[in-house]
């Protein structure tokens, strides 16, 4: 099956500097790669997804990119802010449900 | 809209007893995903009900199982508890097929003694 590495496990940053979080993934047949955020106490929330036709995406501060090749994607946020700050988790899955995901990102943003 | 909607929010047991946690999906969504999270560990996928019919499901063994109702609600049970079993179980849904968007609850909070 579908193995997501993800890393780093926790990340600290100042606010307004960006925040990068990068996962591999194992089956190159994978199409779809959505990105969760976890707020305490909450389920997680998609944020962004990308599919394997395109590259890269951007929503407002918030960008994924995606290299098949090398079996990798990544999430970046630019100009954090002290609600970005929460664990993030990231996915692999070959058109169905079932997807696979990282062990997560807690990230922190210092005011 | 209402989200998917969990309960109970916590629930603790003791070894050998059994859980039973449930789960509304949103309106119109007849797809159920169940996943298990545990401390310091990623979402592992448990269960996949859509139109009442389980679908698929992740390494856990038998004792995990569940059923989808005909409002297409969901519970999961686990016999048996083990204490390694303590851990947030979360529901999601979506729309039903294949890829989409998983909406999930805040999740079940189960802890074994």
């Known amino acids: 099956g579908e193995n997501v590495e993800q890393h780093p496990s926790t990340l600290s940053v100042q606010e307004g500097d960006s925040a990068v979080i990068k996962c591999t993934y194992s089956d190159s047949a994978s199409n779809y790669f959505p990105w969760y955020k976890q707020e305490l106490g909450k389920g997680p929330q998609l944020i962004i997804d990308i599919r394997s036709n395109v590259g890269e995406k951007k929503d407002q501060r918030i960008a994924v990119t995606l290299n098949k090749t090398a079996k990798h994607f990544s999430l970046h946020i630019t100009e954090t802010q002290p609600e970005d700050s929460a664990v993030y988790f990231c996915?692999?899955?070959?058109?169905?449900?079932?997807?696979?995901f990282g062990a997560g990102t807690t990230v922190t943003v210092r005011a | 809209e209402a989200g998917v909607t969990q309960s109970p929010t916590h629930l603790i047991k003791t070894r050998g007893q059994q859980a039973t946690l449930r789960c509304s999906p949103i309106?119109?969504?007849?797809?159920v995903y169940w996943y298990q999270q545990a401390l310091g560990l990623g979402l592992q996928f448990l269960l996949w009900?859509?139109?009442?019919?389980?679908?698929n499901r992740g390494n856990f063994p038998p004792r995990f199982s569940g059923r989808q109702f005909p409002n297409y609600s969901s519970e999961l049970n686990v016999n048996a508890l083990e204490l390694e079993d303590s851990a947030l179980y979360l529901c999601?849904?979506?729309?039903?097929?294949?890829?989409?968007?998983?909406?999930f609850g805040e999740g079940s909070r189960l802890t074994v003694l």
């Open positions: 009900y859509d139109e009442g019919e389980e679908r």
């Open positions: 309106s119109g969504h007849t797809s």
């Open positions: 999601a849904s979506s729309l039903g097929g294949s890829t989409g968007e998983l909406f």
């Open positions: 996915a692999a899955s070959l058109n169905d449900y079932k997807l696979s």
